[in-house]
């Protein structure tokens, strides 16, 4: 029973003057030999570290409030609260701070607040003038109190003994009964001073004086004396705002007053500090911050008893669901929501933890899925509101649910694919709802805030359900609007069409296939045409540029998943399409898609992208531009440079070899120039290379020529073939084109690495890690796949085409770069080496 006695929550008050939860244990009070007193210690119910260790100061001035609460002041800028579970542990341990300073347990503060600039005078005070004397509370002295209210402000210590005074003598009750003396007789001078008495009373900032003036009793009064501002010529009307045009809607009937009376009083304090009251200035900003607490602790308090009451949450969310609802309950429904979980952001972690999981337990996903689909927009962007806490506060419990969900449910009414749909769907002009929920996509798909386990990562397999059962769905617009074909975007239209059921019934069967898969894939894959059409509607443009601005964050944090999604797809080709349009911005976030594929150096995207000739609608685009000196101009030429500055070899010779001629003109920046230096420079390098291989070639065989002289049995069994040097190969038959020797290379490395099978994309558009791609892709055979070397008249044909049939035999999983004739020269220990690179079978 102790336990819960002395359990209580320990705040400190921040640099905001708003109140940070620092945990939750149980308090006692003993003497600390360290600090040579007793104290105040709260250990962590969680595993008993010390939360608080604080001495009871003889001096420090104590504050009770609202029967849960102590809260004092250990330094200048440093408040500490305790809220305790029950108010029988609050008075235990005030009795116990009342008994270290030989104070009555009755009163509220165990110390006036006195700084040190009177000290000195009030140790000099009578003792007869412990409180001050308020005036006669009559109208004809409503000036004087003013005066006196207004005269205490400046001084702290003055400011508690009038505090005190007005609470001993119930004096703020007689006001307010003068106020409705002065409203009846209109007398518009009473009025003002009222304002100017009740705004200073405010400004004592006591929480026992709060309690009265907020009472449901008073507070109507309190809000009347603050519409009446000297400085305005007609009052404001806030109580028949707060009466007649703020509504208090109860969705489901709320059975506890308490809890009722406390969330008019919190909306109606809310509304006094917010509204009514001017914005404190510098030497104001502290006189309130017992009024933010005390608003603060009651949203808690509400959030708390909320949460405890099942039954009431269980039936919100029965309504919510409930298919008969009626569109205006379902609104207020969602809107209380909305409110409740604006509300729980008072709550600090460990807290807002408990609240979530009891909204998750309860269904608020499935929930959100119905109604994030209503047409109503004032419904659907407060479901997206409490959708964002959700994600806000735990992406990894959303992923749970939707790959749970996925289990069961069709691809259409999965809850991320209904957000996609959303996005996609917004029809707001300016797309903000579209934006706010591409936020929520991008942290939902962000692997850094995905856990791993020794069990399961949740990285691998969250992402694998995304591409599976999710990409296709983000990605129909960006396919739809780059295609030729209209009845593709028919169907994207028929697929998407807004309406309750979030979708209508497609004719087609749920797949794991984009929306486009219904078109003949040739129309997507490979194509590079240049009539096709870019959209010119800003809002659908707008769309797209969300769109690939979560696709680019995808390149730069997916690697493989994307990487497969775009080569299947071909999708840098159709974002490229987008460099044609009349937008600008759209344009760029085309361009920026394919900088960030480049920007990754990785080999499997450059052989892409020089297969596809995907180069070609940047630099049409950059001509296009011509002479102007824009944001387009400076982005192509940076990617450009990127290149040249990273050296990265393949775009290098796939620019120079290709393009060079339309950029040689361009010479107000040495880019181009340089890719050009760079090129010619690897191509030395590599031409030397070779010709350094050769001459050892040749050297080599004139000692196995010399050899084969003595050692004619072991020519006789066929273990060496030696061809006359004369023979060797001529310089022009070595590969002196650039771009075909880079192409072996990269297969070669490929094979290395890999040795993966060929892959064909949809439409075969043909992705094959061996030089068989090459001619698959109508390249010249003859600089790529190693051919059988002709006939020659000396016969050396027949033993020329024999080897490598064997050697590949028993080594097939090497494919060598490039064989030469005089490989074969080589002696017997070179021929069954494993450096010994067999021809590709055709």
Not at 427 to 446: C, H, N, S, Y
Not at 683 to 712: C, G, I, V
Not at 775 to 797: H, L, M, R, Y
Request: net charge negative; charged share 30%.
């Amino acid at each position: 029973m102790s336990d819960t006695r002395r359990r209580v929550k320990v705040y400190t008050l921040n640099e905001d003057r708003q109140w940070d939860d620092r945990g939750t244990g149980h308090v006692s009070s003993t003497y600390v030999e360290e600090l040579k007193g007793m104290s105040l210690l709260v250990r962590a119910e969680s595993d008993g570290s010390l939360l608080l260790e604080s001495k009871i100061n003889p001096n420090t001035a104590y504050q009770k409030q609202q029967d849960t609460l102590i809260v004092w002041s250990e330094a200048e800028n440093y408040d500490l609260a305790l809220s305790f579970q029950e108010k029988a542990g609050c008075d235990e341990i005030w009795e116990k701070i009342c008994q270290v300073q030989g104070k009555d347990p009755s009163v509220e503060v165990t110390q006036d607040l006195i700084d040190e600039s009177e000290e000195e005078r009030f140790e000099e005070m009578p003792e007869t003038s412990h409180l001050i004397d308020l005036p006669t509370c009559e109208l004809n002295k409503l000036e004087e109190i003013a005066d006196l209210v207004t005269s205490v402000l400046s001084s702290p210590i003055r400011r508690e003994k009038l505090a005190l005074a007005l609470e001993n003598e119930g004096y703020i009750k007689k006001l307010l009964q003068l106020f409705q003396a002065c409203e009846t007789l209109e007398n518009t001078e009473g009025l003002h001073h009222l304002y100017e008495i009740i705004r200073g009373i405010l400004f004592l900032n006591k929480a026992t004086l709060f309690e009265v003036m907020f009472s449901d009793e008073c507070i109507m009064d309190v809000v009347g004396c603050l519409e009446y501002d000297p400085a305005l010529a007609q009052p404001k009307r806030h109580r028949e705002f707060l009466t007649k045009t703020a509504k208090f809607k109860e969705v489901i009937p709320i059975t506890d007053s308490e809890l009722r009376q406390k969330i008019h009083q919190t909306y109606r304090v809310q509304y006094i500090q917010d509204i009514i009251l001017p914005t404190p200035s510098v030497f104001e900003e502290n006189f309130l911050s017992t009024l933010t607490s005390f608003i603060f602790f009651n949203k808690v308090e509400i959030v708390s008893m909320l949460q405890e009451d099942e039954k009431f949450l269980s039936e919100v969310f029965a309504q919510l669901t409930d298919e008969a609802t009626d569109d205006d309950k379902r609104r207020e429904l969602v809107n209380f929501f909305k409110e409740f979980c604006a509300f729980s952001q008072t709550l600090q972690p460990q807290n807002r933890d408990a609240f979530f999981k009891t909204l998750a337990k309860l269904g608020i996903l499935p929930a959100l899925e119905i109604v994030m689909g209503m047409d109503d927009l004032q419904v659907r962007s407060a479901a997206t509101d409490i959708f964002s806490y959700l994600v806000e506060f735990s992406p990894s419990m959303v992923r749970e649910f939707v790959m749970q969900e996925a289990q069961q449910s069709d691809d259409d009414i999965l809850l991320i694919n209904v957000v996609i749909e959303q996005m996609i769907c917004d029809t707001d002009p300016e797309l903000g709802g579209a934006v706010q929920l591409m936020g929520l996509l991008r942290t939902l798909i962000d692997p850094e805030n995905m856990l791993a386990t020794t069990n399961k990562t949740e990285k691998s397999e969250f992402l694998n359900f995304f591409y599976n059962h999710c990409m296709h769905v983000l990605t129909a617009p960006l396919l739809t609007n780059t295609s030729e074909d209209k009845c593709e975007k028919d169907f994207f239209l028929k697929h998407y069409r807004y309406s309750w059921s979030f979708v209508c019934t497609p004719s087609h069967s749920h797949s794991h296939s984009t929306p486009s898969s219904s078109i003949s894939q040739d129309n997507i894959v490979g194509s590079n045409k240049s009539n096709t059409i870019c959209p010119d509607n800003y809002q659908t443009a707008q769309l797209l540029a969300l769109i690939l601005e979560l696709l680019t964050f995808c390149v730069e944090h997916h690697t493989y998943h994307i990487k497969n999604y775009i080569m299947n797809k071909d999708l840098l080709r159709r974002v490229l399409v987008l460099m044609n349009s009349k937008h600008t911005f759209l344009a760029l976030c085309a361009l920026r898609f394919m900088r960030r594929i480049i920007g990754l150096k990785d080999e499997f995207y450059n052989r892409y992208i020089t297969k596809g000739n995907l180069f070609e609608p940047v630099i049409n685009a950059l001509l296009d531009n011509g002479t102007r000196y824009n944001l387009l101009n400076s982005a192509v030429i940076e990617l450009f440079e990127f290149i040249r500055v990273e050296d990265i070899k393949s775009l290098t010779a796939h620019i120079v070899e290709n393009f060079y001629k339309a950029l040689e003109s361009i010479e107000y920046v040495q880019t181009f120039k340089g890719l050009k230096t760079k090129y010619e420079q690897e191509k030395d390098r590599q031409n030397q290379k070779l010709n350094s291989n050769r001459f050892r070639r040749d050297a080599k065989a004139l000692e196995e020529d010399e050899e084969m002289w003595f050692n004619e049995d072991e020519e006789e069994e066929g273990k060496a073939v030696v061809a006359p040097v004369e023979k060797s190969k001529p310089e022009d038959d070595f590969p002196d084109n650039y771009e075909k020797f880079m192409e072996t290379k990269k297969a070669k490395e490929s094979e290395d690495k890999e040795n993966l099978p060929k892959r064909t994309s949809p439409g075969g558009f043909k992705f094959t890690f061996s030089h068989s791609a090459s001619a698959a892709n109508g390249t010249n055979s003859k600089s790529v796949v190693a051919q059988t070397p002709p006939a020659t008249s000396n016969g050396s044909s027949s033993k020329t085409t024999n080897l490598p049939t064997s050697v590949t035999a028993t080594k097939g999983s090497l494919v060598g770069l490039v064989d030469y004739p005089d490989d074969e020269e080589e002696d017997e220990e070179e021929e069954t080496s494993p450096r010994k690179r067999p021809r590709l079978g055709s």
